[in-house]
């Protein structure tokens, strides 16, 4: 949890510092999202605005790039990374990426699994010594969120490497501000490495319960 939180503050930080220094040519973070789909040939996605901070997602069902408004609006190197990246995601959908495939295919399940697994866990933890199935069915839907987490990460980590890429050929950045894109991204993933492992780590608190019911 604390570092969750010292990784999500950091990058807020370095996200309200970086969106002071502008990009090349004066793009917006929309307009960056609409060069970089149209440079890998992706026609077929819209980019949309929603409310949020840090909000910005790719919804593989409707083909939608969604920014927060900071990011849909703003002219800066941070807005210019991360449209970027979520382009990248609908890049991997167009190429049938193959760890995306897998995450997306996984989403029902995990759907499932996040509304009902905690009262599960609960049940199976009070009916341990009587009722160990509940809680092994708790285990194994929680195993499949921590699968969803683990085959997140090459999906992050691939969707940042298309994105600075672009970002380096297009020349949207100079040799001063990509790092700083660079740096953006690579803090944003450390978001998703730390989920990862606190969710590996709770599993393996569960199943040390289950094992030790006796």
Same mark, same amino acid.
């Given at each position: ?111 499932? &699994?996040?509304?009902?697994?905690? #009262? *599960?866990?609960?049940? $199976? !933890?009070?009916?341990?010594? +009587?009722? =160990? ?26 969707? &940042?490497?298309?994105?600075?890429? #672009? *970002?380096?050929?297009? $020349? !949207?950045?100079?040799?001063? +501000?990509? =790092? ?35």
């Amino acid at each position: 949890m604390l570092a969750s939180w010292a990784i999500g503050a950091r990058l807020k930080s370095k996200f309200r510092a970086y969106s002071k220094i502008p990009v090349n040519y004066n793009m917006s973070g929309r307009e960056v999202a609409e060069k970089m789909l149209n440079d890998n040939g992706v026609m077929d996605v819209t980019v949309l605005s929603v409310d949020g901070e840090l909000s910005d997602h790719y919804n593989p069902q409707h083909k939608t790039v969604n920014l927060s408004h900071d990011v849909y609006n703003g002219r800066s190197i941070a807005a210019a990374a991360i449209a970027a990246h979520e382009c990248g995601h609908a890049v991997q959908h167009a190429h049938a990426y193959s760890w995306l495939q897998m995450r997306s295919a996984l989403v029902p399940i995990v759907s499932f &699994s996040s509304k009902w697994v905690q #009262w *599960i866990l609960l049940g $199976g !933890i009070l009916m341990v010594n +009587t009722f =160990p199935q509940l809680l092994l069915a708790g285990i194994v839907l929680f195993a499949l969120t921590t699968l969803f987490s683990f085959i997140t990460l090459p999906v992050e980590i691939d969707a &940042s490497r298309r994105a600075i890429a #672009w *970002i380096d050929g297009s $020349g !949207i950045a100079t040799n001063e +501000t990509l =790092p700083k894109a660079q740096e953006a991204l690579r803090l944003a993933a450390y978001t998703y490495v730390i989920a990862a492992l606190a969710s590996l780590a709770t599993l393996l608190y569960y199943i040390m319960i289950y094992l030790r019911r006796n």
